[in-house]
């Protein structure tokens, strides 16, 4: 397959605008500059010092860890079985439970914010863990459903009735079976769901409060107020998170496909 | 190895739609230790009927019985019935001693006798060798004998196979048919061998149950199915054929319009009836002589000649009819697209269908 030369312009183009500020965000967190600065006039590693020492900016860092984990668990617990029925059972309005699970990946995060702000307020949700996390497995969900319904139309059930035939009862087929097969979808949704609710803005903006800051919500803080080069360490912290749940879902391809089955007899 | 016990199918009906049966009402009995094969078109029933022995589907009325035993209510991994599937349905996270390991882990067998049986398992179909590799790295045919292995490992009553050489090329299809057969003559296990490849259900069974629109049409041995086919379906389906509506006469003989009369030997049919005539092209013997005047009826057209190595097939048409002839290749002789010669069947090797 040879690539036209517009098709190349275009891909250099995109890659430019959706790594470029990588590439200024990054070397700007080694900077010296009191400010934020481009080019950087020196390079040290104070701010990462500061970033992983001042409470300002480790309290968020645990709170995104705590929620992003709370999160993952949440969508998981919900978002698989909900994938199941969707995947493998026929049911009334099943269509409408598909749109009705997939909606928070249409709607504007900001709509959602709102929503969530009035209504947690008055359930004294707003400012808490408990809120911000309900709130972020609301869009990991559909996450989860969607990696998991799609490995699911590919599992041949056939290997399930297999195993039933010889033997295995239902819980026995998924705990030896289903579950070792989908391991490797359930591991890939389980980490979106995480980076999902780890770079989230907008809802954390809104409902988690002083104690329950996230990450993100700090960076917009300090960003509004001074300016603080912290941010860009924050910044490629982030994006440093999310480059390693991507480099993560691609060494374990790499591992499972090298890798042969562990154990000759049962 | 295995005590097989006899199935028994009553009015089996399965209905996906309501007033459409997928299959319709089957009765069958299976003997202990039989080779039975399932044959018949895509959508004839014959698969759902093995998932519905399998416990994958549930009858929609009538009933299944092991020795005696109603199975309806019981699960698919009580059934104790082994089953190998058209794509294998191996665990692909599993070795190959694993996957062949698996029904007896469910039945917790002991581990010493556990290893013991996976390692006559693998010898029996030939893979002694490969107890370690991941399925991935079989072949197909290796990948099938696996899933054949563990579908006899736990001594089952009743051994389900859907289609298992489908997916595999031609020699290797007939090496393992002639493995099965090794393995069915040893073990002595009851098997159901569904397919819709006619020679194979031909060179395999024991019994043949041709199934058409969701009812078996007959059931019998090979040489019953393919000489004396009860249906015009089963002698078209199985083999090739030459039908020819006719009408009966006195004394079995029976009338086909412009290709004459017949005598088939069926004194028991009464004059006068609508009948069918299947003549199997291998019958029938032509020479490239020139036929008398008064032979005029059995004059064959020659319209093309198909060279199968070992045989001809003549197709050609005699008084408006196409006739097809099966010719051993060291007795053909040469024979022109266009050219007239004369041709003759034993008539007593004809059948009649349907009075």
């Known amino acids: 397959m040879t690539m036209s ?11 430019v605008l959706l790594a470029g500020p990588m590439f200024i965000v990054v070397p700007m967190s080694f900077s010296t500059a009191p400010s934020l600065e481009f080019p950087p006039p020196g390079y040290w590693l104070g701010y990462y010092r500061r970033v992983f020492s001042d409470p300002n900016w480790t309290g968020p860092i645990i709170n995104s860890f705590l929620i992003g984990l709370g999160t993952m668990v949440l969508s998981m617990l919900l978002g698989v079985p909900a994938s199941f029925a969707l995947a493998r059972h026929q049911f009334r309005l099943r269509a409408v439970f598909r749109i009705i699970v997939l909606m928070p990946l249409i709607v504007p995060h900001i709509v959602m914010a709102l929503g969530y702000y009035t209504y947690f307020g008055s359930l004294g949700l707003v400012q808490s863990m408990p809120g911000v996390i309900l709130a972020h497995a609301c869009l990991s969900i559909p996450v989860v459903v969607l990696t998991v319904t799609s490995a699911l139309a590919n599992f041949d059930r056939r290997v399930e009735q297999a195993a039933a035939n010889l033997g ?23 980490l979106f769901a995480f980076i999902h609710s780890f770079d989230e803005t907008v809802i954390a903006i809104f409902i988690s409060g002083r104690d329950s800051a996230t990450l993100p919500r700090q960076m917009y803080n300090s960003f509004q107020m001074e300016a603080d080069p912290a941010i860009s360490a924050a910044s490629s912290l982030l994006l440093a998170a999310v480059l390693a749940v991507i480099g993560a879902r691609w060494a374990a391809a790499l591992v499972k496909a090298r890798s042969k089955p562990i154990g000759a007899s049962p | 190895m295995t005590t097989a016990r006899s199935l028994c199918l009553r009015s089996l009906s399965k209905s996906y739609m309501p007033g459409q049966n997928a299959v319709d009402g089957i009765d069958l009995d299976i003997r202990p230790g039989e080779f039975i094969s399932f044959l018949g078109p895509s959508g004839s029933g014959k698969t759902t009927t093995l998932m519905m022995i399998a416990g994958f589907e549930r009858p929609t009325a009538g009933e299944i019985s092991i020795a005696g035993r109603q199975i309806d209510a019981v699960a698919p991994y009580d059934r104790n019935i082994g089953m190998v599937f058209q794509n294998y349905a191996l665990f692909p996270h599993m070795s190959v001693a694993q996957n062949v390991g698996f029904p007896l882990r469910m039945r917790r067998t002991a581990r010493a006798e556990a290893d013991r049986k996976i390692a006559t398992a693998l010898a029996m179909v030939g893979l002694a060798d490969f107890a370690g590799r991941a399925p991935k790295a079989l072949s197909g045919g290796q990948q099938q004998r696996v899933a054949l292995a563990r579908a006899l490992v736990f001594e089952p009553d009743l051994v389900l196979l859907d289609e298992p050489l489908g997916a595999l090329d031609k020699t290797l299809r007939e090496q393992m048919q002639v493995e099965l057969k090794r393995i069915h003559r040893e073990l002595g296990v009851t098997m159901i061998y569904v397919t819709h490849d006619q020679t194979e259900a031909m060179a395999m069974s024991d019994r043949i149950a041709v199934f058409n629109h969701g009812r078996i049409e007959q059931v019998g041995t090979p040489a019953e199915v393919y000489f004396a086919p009860r249906t015009r379906f089963v002698a078209s389906f199985i083999g090739d054929s030459n039908l020819f509506d006719g009408r009966t006469g006195a004394d079995g003989v029976v009338d086909l319009g412009p290709l004459g009369p017949i005598a088939t030997g069926r004194r028991d049919l009464a004059p006068g009836q609508s009948v069918s005539v299947l003549v199997r092209p291998e019958t029938i013997r032509i020479s490239a002589q020139t036929p008398a005047a008064s032979d005029e009826r059995r004059l064959l057209t020659i319209e093309e000649t198909v060279n199968y190595g070992d045989s001809f097939l003549v197709l050609g048409k005699s008084g408006g009819r196409d006739i097809r002839i099966r010719v051993p290749s060291i007795d053909m002789p040469d024979l022109p697209r266009g050219a007239q010669c004369a041709f003759d069947w034993t008539a007593s090797r004809a059948h009649v269908i349907g009075a």
Do not use: D, E, G, Y
């Open chain 1, 5 to 15: 030369r517009s098709t190349l312009v275009l891909a250099v183009l995109v890659v």
């Open chain 1, 168 to 190: 295995a009862r239902p819980l026995t087929t998924f705990r030896l079976i289903t579950f070792p097969i989908l391991r490797p979808a359930f591991l890939v949704a389980a």
